[in-house]
């Protein structure tokens, strides 16, 4: 046969001169209620304006079943099986309202669109479907539906009976089932009604059917534009993995397939957002200009013959889906704030809070650095801190970031496949000090400029204020206590940020804040939310201040178990030569007096610790003071 056929065929025909089989790699039936009934009524519109006319559904793609008798029409549906699942269902239902209507010549034509009788060598019947579903309960729950055609009670009494949860695309089909049922019931009560929608259904409406060699269809199959919810990249990638795998393949490689899907869906990740980052992770862009894939561009990315050759998936297609699972299940973990091995991440939870939950484009890079142990890894994420502050707080644009980050993923994944740890700490403090610390270097000026005229005044700046004043109170808690460091932000969630001058004061106080010397150049609205007059608080402290003035509030910071907010009042000295007095040497100052110029004094002493703080460090060097 030539390796593109086209027929044109109505249900009749399709139906007496085809067994379609729903491959298992196949999307399973998702049509709701609302495709079922568009379809129901364009037909009954149809019917009822010109029966005379033929109504053109669409199209379906198909490939011949390699092997089997010719005149059996075997094939498998490559595009298409929502329509053809749903006008088999309106078969079935159509042969029950006949039944009921007496119809005895009409219940047996419909009957052998149905059902496939052959026979054994014994002599048994062996009954097939005219369209078989082989994903998960999907013949089971089409097969209980013809056994109890009246409603699917009964139906779905036999499925509990085999122990079929009736969930997915088995609830989906019974559901469309019942659907298609009522439907008919209410439209067509007379006899007269029925016969004539059934002649115009089984020989008026038309659809195209092509059928090509697999490797063919599959070419031609985003050409075919299908009623309902369109198959996108994932779908197509699992359809071009099957097709590389023997059929008894097909349940390991299934499996491995769920294997991807089920957590990402769990995480509510979106799949078509890891696969844009599992190949920027994992492939060298020819040029930098193809360096960022876009969601439109993943599956042509899979199909080009030179990506086919470095994904290696037509060689090797379960060692490539071992891949996609194993990037998966990184992806889930890194999206949870925690290193590729699944223990919690101190510095992923940081970023996360600096960056917020809608920044990924750096999972790119962590995608490409997950095999690194999780010692370097962690170093790493810190690192990532430290660069991306200076990229945010600088209001750097980010239009090149993602682009960026695909490219420097290249270096990390060379790094993480370096087998000697020594060789591979080097490898990853160069990468940092050559790409990160350069940048951090060059945008110094900027980034201090910035933090001195930083305000709290917006509220999509509010979460990275609080992000802000909890790393530096973090660092600063460090010193001050001593012993083994913590790195995490979580003993400083739930702290308020308190405004030192009042955020509300007496109505008024505007105006004399105005008449002081000290204040000349800053308005009060200007000068409470500046970054020097904003610290962290316990909620029950901030509560009993409520609007008090500094005089009154002073006191208070001293209970704090915040120490940057507590050497707002006072400076704590810790023995002799401590890093706690280190501190209070370099960086830290006490203020007994609010103004103006305390808060700007305040300010510039915040921006002095942030260039310690958000700077990168070689591996096994901590923060000191």
């Given at each position: 046969?030539?390796?593109?056929?086209?027929?044109?065929?109505?249900?009749?025909?399709?139906f007496?001169?085809?067994t379609?089989?729903?491959?298992?790699y196949?999307?399973?039936?998702?049509?709701g209620?609302?495709e079922?009934?568009?379809?129901?009524?364009?037909?009954a519109?149809?019917?009822?304006?010109?029966?005379?006319?033929?109504?053109?559904?669409?199209?379906?793609?198909?490939?011949?079943?390699?092997?089997?008798?010719?005149e059996?029409?075997?094939?498998e549906?490559?595009?298409?099986?929502?329509?053809?699942?749903?006008?088999?269902?309106?078969?079935?239902a159509?042969?029950?309202?006949?039944?009921?209507?007496?119809?005895?010549?009409?219940?047996?034509?419909?009957?052998?669109l149905?059902?496939?009788?052959?026979?054994d060598?014994?002599?048994?019947?062996?009954?097939g479907?005219?369209?078989?579903?082989?994903?998960?309960?999907?013949?089971?729950?089409?097969?209980?539906?013809?056994?109890?055609?009246?409603?699917t009670?009964a139906?779905?009494?036999?499925?509990?009976?085999?122990?079929?949860?009736?969930?997915?695309?088995?609830?989906?089909?019974?559901?469309a089932?019942?659907?298609?049922?009522?439907?008919?019931?209410k439209?067509?009560?007379?006899?007269?009604?029925?016969?004539?929608?059934?002649?115009?259904?089984?020989?008026k409406?038309?659809?195209?059917?092509i059928?090509?060699?697999?490797?063919?269809?599959?070419k031609?199959?985003?050409?075919?534009?299908?009623?309902?919810?369109?198959?996108?990249?994932?779908?197509?990638l699992?359809?071009?993995?099957?097709?590389?795998?023997?059929?008894?393949?097909y349940?390991?490689?299934?499996?491995?397939w769920?294997?991807?899907?089920?957590?990402?869906?769990?995480?509510?990740?979106?799949?078509?957002?890891?696969?844009?980052?599992?190949?920027?992770?994992?492939?060298?862009?020819?040029?930098?200009?193809n360096?960022?894939?876009r969601?439109?561009?993943?599956?042509?990315?899979?199909?080009?013959?030179?990506?086919?050759?470095?994904?290696?998936?037509?060689?090797?297609?379960?060692?490539?889906?071992?891949?996609?699972?194993?990037?998966?299940?990184w992806?889930?973990?890194?999206?949870?704030?925690?290193?590729?091995?699944?223990?919690?991440?101190?510095?992923?939870?940081?970023?996360?809070?600096?960056?917020?939950?809608?920044?990924?484009?750096?999972?790119?890079?962590?995608?490409?650095?997950?095999p690194?142990?999780?010692?370097?890894f962690?170093?790493?994420?810190?690192?990532?801190?430290?660069?991306l502050?200076?990229?945010?707080?600088?209001?750097?644009?980010s239009?090149?970031?993602?682009?960026?980050?695909?490219?420097?993923?290249?270096?990390?994944?060379?790094?993480?496949?370096i087998?000697?740890?020594?060789?591979?700490?080097?490898?990853?403090?160069?990468?940092?000090?050559?790409?990160?610390?350069?940048?951090?270097?060059?945008?110094?000026?900027?980034?201090?400029?910035?933090?001195?005229?930083?305000?709290?005044?917006?509220?999509?700046r509010?979460?990275?204020?609080?992000?802000?004043?909890?790393?530096?109170s973090?660092v600063?808690?460090?010193?001050?206590?001593?012993?083994?460091?913590?790195?995490?932000?979580?003993?400083?969630?739930?702290?308020?940020?308190?405004h030192?001058?009042?955020?509300?004061?007496?109505a008024?106080?505007?105006?004399?804040?105005n008449?002081?010397?000290?204040?000349?150049?800053?308005?009060?609205?200007e000068?409470?939310?500046?970054?020097?007059?904003?610290?962290?608080l316990?909620?029950?402290?901030?509560?009993?201040?409520?609007?008090?003035y500094?005089?009154?509030?002073?006191?208070?910071?001293?209970?704090?178990?915040?120490?940057?907010?507590?050497?707002?009042?006072?400076?704590?000295?810790?023995?002799?030569?401590?890093?706690?007095?280190?501190l209070?040497?370099?960086?830290?100052?006490?203020?007994?007096?609010?103004?103006?110029?305390?808060?700007?004094?305040?300010?510039?002493?915040?921006?002095?610790?942030a260039?310690?703080?958000?700077?990168?460090?070689?591996?096994?060097?901590?923060l000191?003071?």
């Amino acid at each position: 046969m030539p390796s593109i056929k086209n027929d044109q065929f109505n249900p009749n025909l399709a139906f007496l001169n085809n067994t379609y089989i729903v491959p298992v790699y196949q999307r399973e039936y998702v049509w709701g209620e609302r495709e079922v009934d568009s379809l129901l009524n364009d037909v009954a519109e149809q019917v009822s304006s010109d029966a005379t006319l033929d109504y053109f559904i669409g199209m379906v793609l198909v490939s011949p079943v390699d092997g089997a008798p010719p005149e059996e029409g075997r094939c498998e549906v490559i595009d298409g099986q929502q329509r053809l699942t749903t006008l088999f269902l309106l078969l079935i239902a159509l042969k029950q309202r006949m039944f009921e209507a007496k119809q005895v010549v009409t219940v047996s034509g419909i009957d052998k669109l149905l059902v496939n009788t052959t026979w054994d060598g014994e002599g048994d019947a062996k009954i097939g479907l005219r369209l078989t579903p082989q994903y998960d309960d999907g013949e089971d729950t089409i097969r209980a539906i013809l056994e109890s055609p009246h409603d699917t009670a009964a139906a779905r009494a036999v499925l509990v009976s085999k122990g079929t949860a009736i969930v997915g695309s088995a609830q989906r089909l019974l559901e469309a089932y019942d659907y298609i049922i009522g439907y008919l019931a209410k439209s067509y009560p007379n006899t007269s009604d029925l016969k004539r929608f059934w002649s115009f259904f089984s020989t008026k409406v038309q659809f195209i059917q092509i059928a090509a060699p697999v490797g063919t269809a599959l070419k031609i199959f985003e050409t075919i534009n299908e009623r309902g919810v369109s198959l996108d990249a994932m779908d197509l990638l699992k359809n071009l993995l099957f097709v590389q795998v023997k059929k008894a393949q097909y349940e390991q490689l299934k499996s491995r397939w769920k294997d991807i899907t089920k957590p990402l869906a769990k995480a509510k990740l979106k799949p078509l957002r890891f696969l844009r980052y599992f190949i920027m992770a994992n492939y060298t862009a020819e040029k930098p200009e193809n360096a960022v894939v876009r969601e439109d561009q993943i599956y042509d990315w899979f199909v080009d013959r030179d990506n086919v050759q470095l994904a290696g998936y037509k060689k090797d297609p379960l060692g490539f889906v071992q891949k996609l699972v194993t990037n998966a299940s990184w992806y889930v973990h890194l999206n949870k704030n925690c290193r590729p091995d699944g223990t919690p991440s101190p510095a992923l939870s940081r970023l996360r809070r600096m960056t917020g939950a809608a920044f990924s484009l750096h999972s790119v890079m962590l995608l490409a650095a997950a095999p690194l142990p999780a010692d370097l890894f962690e170093h790493l994420v810190e690192q990532m801190e430290s660069y991306l502050f200076s990229v945010l707080y600088t209001f750097t644009p980010s239009k090149e970031l993602e682009r960026e980050f695909s490219i420097r993923a290249d270096d990390l994944r060379d790094a993480a496949a370096i087998e000697d740890k020594k060789k591979q700490i080097a490898a990853i403090d160069a990468f940092v000090a050559r790409h990160w610390q350069s940048f951090i270097d060059s945008k110094a000026r900027e980034l201090h400029s910035h933090l001195l005229s930083y305000s709290n005044g917006t509220t999509q700046r509010k979460f990275r204020t609080h992000y802000l004043l909890a790393r530096l109170s973090l660092v600063v808690d460090n010193a001050f206590k001593g012993g083994t460091p913590v790195y995490g932000l979580d003993a400083y969630t739930g702290l308020h940020i308190e405004h030192i001058l009042p955020d509300t004061p007496d109505a008024g106080y505007d105006a004399i804040w105005n008449t002081q010397p000290a204040n000349v150049g800053m308005k009060y609205d200007e000068a409470k939310e500046s970054l020097g007059n904003l610290m962290l608080l316990e909620a029950t402290i901030n509560i009993s201040n409520q609007n008090n003035y500094y005089e009154e509030k002073r006191p208070t910071y001293i209970k704090s178990g915040v120490y940057l907010t507590r050497s707002q009042a006072a400076l704590t000295v810790v023995g002799k030569n401590s890093s706690a007095n280190r501190l209070n040497d370099k960086f830290l100052q006490s203020f007994d007096t609010w103004d103006a110029k305390q808060i700007v004094k305040r300010q510039e002493m915040l921006a002095r610790l942030a260039a310690v703080v958000w700077n990168t460090r070689s591996f096994g060097e901590a923060l000191k003071f």
